[in-house]
Every structure is written in C-alpha cells, then in structure tokens.
C-alpha cells in the first residue's frame, strides 16, 4: 500500500479514452445535449411540407389560428409541467381532468355565488393549484406513485365535473368574453391569446428551468434524488411546487378552451391532452426516467403534434390513423433516447 | 475482545482543548432493537486526520449522519469548538462548517461540475444563477486544490469515479468547511484513483486549516495518511490510538479474532 499513500505531488485528472473515442463520445455528447436539434428539424420538415403542398390552405391566418392557438397552446403549456414534473421523478397524469373540472369551479362561483367573473377564473386557477398541491401531498408526503395517485385524483375529478355538468356541457354567456378575451376567444385580435400566452409562459419557464435554483433543484431531485436530499435541497417542497405549477397550467388551458368554445364541456379534456402533452415532452427531449429535459424541446415537441393534426385535416386525410403516427413517434423518439444513452455508455466504458 | 482504552494523547485531556474542534461525549443510538451506537466518546483535533474504522454495521454511518445533522442521537452531547450543540439539521452542521463526502458522493450527474460544487449554495442575481461567476470562482478553486478536469462545464456524469471524489471533496472544501468527514472515500476505487484521493487529503493535511474524519472499513487503504485512528465495533469504541502506535498487523489481529470469536459463537448456538 505504500506506493499507493506516497504519490508525487499533484495529479492530474486527465479523460479517459483516446482521441478517437473521445471524438466520437463528444459528439454524441453534443447530440445528447441538443436534443432539441432533432425535434427542431421535424417541426421545421412538417411545416414546410405542409406550408408549400397546401400554400393557400395551410398559410391562412384562419388556419393558423387553429394550428397554434386551439391545437398547440394547450399541448404545449401543460406540457410545461410535465417537463417540470418528468424532471424530477413524477408524472401527473390528471392535468387533463384538472382541465375538465376547474371550468365549472368558475361557471359555479359567478352563477350560484355571485363572484365576479374575473375573481372567479382567478379561483378557478387557484383550484387547479390546490389540486396540484392535493397530488403532491399524497405523492410526497404520504409515498403514494404519483402514476398511481394522479390515475385516483384524475377520476375523482372527472366524476366531480360530471356530477356538478348533470353531464351536460354548460353554455357560458356572451357577457362573460370581457374577461375570456385576455385568455383567448375567437375573432382578432383576441383568438392570439393562446398562442401568446404560450410564448411567454414557455419563454419564462425555460429560464426558469436553465437559469434558476428551482430548475437546477428540480435537475437535482431527479437526477440524485437522495444526494439532492444530502446538500440540503427540500426535494418534496420542489415536488409538491412542480405540482402545483402543472395543476395551475391544466386550470389555465381549462379555462381558455372553456371561453375560446363558450362552454364549460365535462367531456373536454381527460386524457388526450395529458398525453398529447406527455408524447410533446418526450420527444423534446425530456427523460421519462428524470434528471434531464427541455421546456423548448416541449414547445417544438407540440408543435410537431399539432402540425400532424392540423396537416392531416387540411390535406383531408382521415384523422383516423393520427394515433398511429402519434404512437410511432413516441416510440421513435423513445428508442433513439435509449439507444443514444447506451451509445453514450458504451463510449465511455472504452 | 481485547478493550483497548487509551489515554487521549491530544492536549486538553478531559476537558475541550482550545484546539480541538469536535467532541463527542456519551452518544447513544438505537433503531428498534438494534443498538447502532452505545456510549460513543470521540474528539478531533485542529488539523487532524482521524481514521474511523470498523466493520459494516459497526456503526460508521450513524456517527457520521449524528456529525453531519442527518439524525439525532438519543443521548450524549456534541461540542463544536468546545461549544455544546444541538446537530438539527445539514444545514445547521453546515453552518457550523461540518460537511461531509458521502459514499454515494451527492453529486447530480447530469449538472455540470460547477453547478454541482455550487448546489444549494449557488449564487443568484435577480433570482437568475450567476453562472459565469460560478464558473470562474470553481476553476480557481479547482486549480488551486491541484484538481485537473476537462471543463467545469461537463456534467459530472462524464466524469471518472475518482475525478467525482475529487470534485465531491474541493466542493466540501470549498464550501469553507472546517471538519470533513469523508465516507469510504476509497470505496470501489482504482489503485491510481485511491492515490489521488489520499494525496488531495495529504494536501488538506498540510494546509492544516481542516479537520479530517476519514471513515473506512478498509483501514490498510488509510491508515498512512491518519494521525490517529479509532475502531468501532458493534458501536462502541474498542481502540484509540495515534497511527505511528498502532499497525495494520495489529488492527487485523483485532479484526480476526473478532470474526473467529462470531464464528465460535455461530457454532455454539448451532
């Protein structure tokens, strides 16, 4: 052991591996981090294909409403949250119902309650934070799966929106747009709404993310979770927070969807734009298995979805094999993250 | 088993010394039936590397998580700078510039090194990470702890298993820490890698504004670089003694009569 306590003094660490394999893993590295390179290029593909096969068609700002506000606004702000919450080891998969229930929180409050409309989208935003907390309560603090307890909390509030609606969707009044216009509702210049407040929400989420303690300590709670606990990060406060943040954007697209229809609709919603949101975020970028995603690979992941969708109906294909190709780029995204990982691996192992 | 109680060779005897840095008197600690540390005296002095071994289970860890605020003892009392403390929490420990190097290393692979020398302490500016000065103030460190890395950009991921001890060891440092308690800092490490590892802890020594708890069950691996080291065993304290007093040769006599003596006892209730 003698030759092992006595060393020169000084070391240097040098990398491992040499020129080509460092080459090659570098690389790689760059291609692991600029995961949103990939998902950019098939945004930018599909809306050129799509942009110079049905010019006239696809470049109206008719259409163009439709593409971003109505179909890529609401993938792309909750999938904010699922970024946030994939991130960090979770996953809420109620969001959706999240959507469906908090139009009636607002719709009960200005008709039985007298509140006035704009307190009440307000309360029915803070309701969609309470239910963010409720799911990170049970989650965190009493250990439950958040697969699991957000499938409990997710049924509980589609039953409740069915129970408050009689199952019927619910008109909401003309007089109500006052408000709605700054969330959304159709005709200029308000149909932006939705797309704007994208902008600005992806914008400030990113560097939040990027650039603040809360993004690092959510990296930090998924990527080590029990070493973020050892320097000292409240791991469940960045839990329950990234719950509460999801819960208020699945209240948010609630709303706007509410007012830009003029119903509250408790058959809206539920699971579809949960895991619009969540196919959105995995092919952006974001790790399934937490410690590493992008809010701007989200944005581009919803982007590409709602191209597709929007694509397939101005072309005048059948939506009927959406699904397919909506599956085979999760799965396609999915083995590409894997394969490169292991990729990754296998260089540094040489 | 041979006790070995031996008189303390720090200065100060029974009282704390002005230059002793930690004390502990009389820790007890159970879980459910098991006791994981009875009546646990120990004392550190400024400067000094105090190898800590004992076998798995001996009651290494409960120390070090009692030292570094993680749990609570359920008697004794710890002094800090001759000054009777309550450990609540990490942060507290911290605050008192007790940090510890754990085994499992803390550190996030997929942040890049700086932010993981920075975590949970990172400097802000308008709430936005000031991540250039961070990155400058970890190079220099760095280079000034003699610790060669490709970028501080990388994340830690990329890193070998012995340049994340190392960065996991400046970022204690760093973090103006004035006792450091290193978990098995050699734990499933190279030859070349431990050497690094001892040599960044000799550098500590011979700056000697540190106080180093070297916890090993591998004492051969430390037992050069310690000046004095203590034996736990079923969460006591069986041997006290400088390093230049004790050997290897003796540690391990220790050590094998107390496997041949669980071994006797295995057969017996056989």
Same mark, same amino acid.
């Given at each position: 052991m003698s030759e092992v306590t006595e060393p020169e003094g000084g070391f240097i660490l040098r990398p491992e591996g040499n020129g080509t394999i460092r080459l090659a893993r570098q690389g790689l590295g760059v291609f692991g981090r600029q995961r949103e390179a990939t998902v950019l290029i098939v945004a930018v593909a599909l809306l050129l294909y799509f942009g110079l096969s049905y010019r006239s068609t696809f470049v109206s700002s008719v259409n163009l409403v439709d593409l971003l506000s109505e179909y890529m606004a609401p993938i792309a702000i909750i999938a904010i949250g699922e970024v946030l919450l994939l991130i960090c080891g979770e996953i809420d998969l109620s969001v959706g119902f999240v959507y469906t229930y908090v139009p009636f929180v607002m719709y009960d409050a200005i008709m039985y309650y007298h509140v006035p409309v704009a307190l009440a989208a307000i309360l029915a935003l803070l309701a969609g934070v309470v239910i963010g907390w409720v799911n990170g309560f049970i989650t965190v603090t009493l250990g439950v799966p958040s697969f699991i307890t957000t499938i409990g909390t997710g049924f509980g509030l589609q039953g409740l929106a069915l129970v408050v609606s009689h199952a019927e969707p619910l008109p909401l009044p003309t007089a109500w747009n006052s408000v709605g216009k700054w969330l959304g509702i159709p005709g200029n210049p308000w149909q932006w709404a939705p797309l704007i407040w994208t902008v600005v929400l992806i914008l400030i989420f990113h560097v939040v993310l990027v650039r603040s303690r809360w993004g690092l300590y959510t990296i930090a709670s998924g990527g080590n979770l029990l070493g973020a606990r050892e320097a000292g990060i409240n791991v469940g406060r960045i839990k329950y927070g990234n719950f509460m943040i999801t819960g208020f954007l699945g209240a948010l697209v609630g709303l706007q969807t509410a007012f830009y229809t003029s119903s509250a609709d408790p058959s809206g919603g539920g699971y579809a734009p949960m895991f619009n949101a969540v196919i959105a975020a995995v092919i952006g970028g974001t790790a399934m298995l937490g410690g590493s995603g992008t809010i701007l690979g989200a944005f581009l992941g919803a982007m590409v979805l709602a191209t597709l969708d929007d694509g397939f109906t101005i072309a005048g294909?059948?939506?009927?094999?959406l699904p397919i190709i909506f599956g085979s780029a999760i799965l396609i995204a999915m083995i590409a993250n894997v394969q490169l990982g292991r990729l990754r691996q296998a260089g540094r192992a040489l | 088993m041979t006790v070995q109680d031996q008189?303390?060779?720090?200065? !100060? !005897?029974p009282g704390p010394a002005p230059d002793e840095v930690l004390r502990a008197e009389h820790l007890s600690k159970t879980f459910g039936a098991v006791t994981a540390l009875n009546d646990v005296n120990l004392r550190l002095a400024r400067g000094e590397v105090l190898g800590l071994i004992g076998d798995n289970g001996a009651g290494k860890s409960t120390l070090l998580k009692i030292f570094c605020g993680f749990q609570q003892p359920d008697t004794g009392r710890i002094l800090v700078n001759g000054e009777e403390v309550t450990l609540k929490s990490v942060t507290q420990a911290r605050s008192l510039g007790i940090d510890v190097v754990y085994q499992d290393l803390a550190l996030v692979n997929e942040l890049s090194v700086y932010h993981n020398m920075f975590l949970n302490r990172e400097q802000v500016r308008w709430s936005l990470l000031s991540n250039r000065s961070m990155r400058r103030i970890a190079e220099e460190h760095l280079n000034e702890m003699g610790v060669h890395i490709p970028s501080v950009n990388v994340p830690v991921a990329s890193l070998s298993g012995g340049q994340r001890q190392a960065i996991a060891v400046a970022r204690a440092v760093f973090t103006n820490a004035k006792i450091l308690l290193l978990d098995e800092p050699l734990a499933a490490m190279g030859v070349k890698e431990g050497a690094m590892i001892l040599d960044l802890v000799q550098d500590l020594k011979r700056r000697g504004d540190v106080s180093i708890i070297i916890i090993a069950h591998n004492y051969s691996q430390v037992l050069d670089v310690c000046d004095r080291v203590n034996l736990l065993q079923h969460g006591e304290i069986t041997l006290d003694k400088a390093s230049r007093d004790t050997s290897v040769q003796e540690l391990n006599d220790i050590v094998v009569a107390e496997y041949r003596r669980a071994l006797e006892e295995r057969q017996r209730s056989a």
């Amino acid at each position: 052991m003698s030759e092992v306590t006595e060393p020169e003094g000084g070391f240097i660490l040098r990398p491992e591996g040499n020129g080509t394999i460092r080459l090659a893993r570098q690389g790689l590295g760059v291609f692991g981090r600029q995961r949103e390179a990939t998902v950019l290029i098939v945004a930018v593909a599909l809306l050129l294909y799509f942009g110079l096969s049905y010019r006239s068609t696809f470049v109206s700002s008719v259409n163009l409403v439709d593409l971003l506000s109505e179909y890529m606004a609401p993938i792309a702000i909750i999938a904010i949250g699922e970024v946030l919450l994939l991130i960090c080891g979770e996953i809420d998969l109620s969001v959706g119902f999240v959507y469906t229930y908090v139009p009636f929180v607002m719709y009960d409050a200005i008709m039985y309650y007298h509140v006035p409309v704009a307190l009440a989208a307000i309360l029915a935003l803070l309701a969609g934070v309470v239910i963010g907390w409720v799911n990170g309560f049970i989650t965190v603090t009493l250990g439950v799966p958040s697969f699991i307890t957000t499938i409990g909390t997710g049924f509980g509030l589609q039953g409740l929106a069915l129970v408050v609606s009689h199952a019927e969707p619910l008109p909401l009044p003309t007089a109500w747009n006052s408000v709605g216009k700054w969330l959304g509702i159709p005709g200029n210049p308000w149909q932006w709404a939705p797309l704007i407040w994208t902008v600005v929400l992806i914008l400030i989420f990113h560097v939040v993310l990027v650039r603040s303690r809360w993004g690092l300590y959510t990296i930090a709670s998924g990527g080590n979770l029990l070493g973020a606990r050892e320097a000292g990060i409240n791991v469940g406060r960045i839990k329950y927070g990234n719950f509460m943040i999801t819960g208020f954007l699945g209240a948010l697209v609630g709303l706007q969807t509410a007012f830009y229809t003029s119903s509250a609709d408790p058959s809206g919603g539920g699971y579809a734009p949960m895991f619009n949101a969540v196919i959105a975020a995995v092919i952006g970028g974001t790790a399934m298995l937490g410690g590493s995603g992008t809010i701007l690979g989200a944005f581009l992941g919803a982007m590409v979805l709602a191209t597709l969708d929007d694509g397939f109906t101005i072309a005048g294909i059948s939506s009927n094999p959406l699904p397919i190709i909506f599956g085979s780029a999760i799965l396609i995204a999915m083995i590409a993250n894997v394969q490169l990982g292991r990729l990754r691996q296998a260089g540094r192992a040489l | 088993m041979t006790v070995q109680d031996q008189t303390p060779q720090a200065p !100060g !005897g029974p009282g704390p010394a002005p230059d002793e840095v930690l004390r502990a008197e009389h820790l007890s600690k159970t879980f459910g039936a098991v006791t994981a540390l009875n009546d646990v005296n120990l004392r550190l002095a400024r400067g000094e590397v105090l190898g800590l071994i004992g076998d798995n289970g001996a009651g290494k860890s409960t120390l070090l998580k009692i030292f570094c605020g993680f749990q609570q003892p359920d008697t004794g009392r710890i002094l800090v700078n001759g000054e009777e403390v309550t450990l609540k929490s990490v942060t507290q420990a911290r605050s008192l510039g007790i940090d510890v190097v754990y085994q499992d290393l803390a550190l996030v692979n997929e942040l890049s090194v700086y932010h993981n020398m920075f975590l949970n302490r990172e400097q802000v500016r308008w709430s936005l990470l000031s991540n250039r000065s961070m990155r400058r103030i970890a190079e220099e460190h760095l280079n000034e702890m003699g610790v060669h890395i490709p970028s501080v950009n990388v994340p830690v991921a990329s890193l070998s298993g012995g340049q994340r001890q190392a960065i996991a060891v400046a970022r204690a440092v760093f973090t103006n820490a004035k006792i450091l308690l290193l978990d098995e800092p050699l734990a499933a490490m190279g030859v070349k890698e431990g050497a690094m590892i001892l040599d960044l802890v000799q550098d500590l020594k011979r700056r000697g504004d540190v106080s180093i708890i070297i916890i090993a069950h591998n004492y051969s691996q430390v037992l050069d670089v310690c000046d004095r080291v203590n034996l736990l065993q079923h969460g006591e304290i069986t041997l006290d003694k400088a390093s230049r007093d004790t050997s290897v040769q003796e540690l391990n006599d220790i050590v094998v009569a107390e496997y041949r003596r669980a071994l006797e006892e295995r057969q017996r209730s056989a």
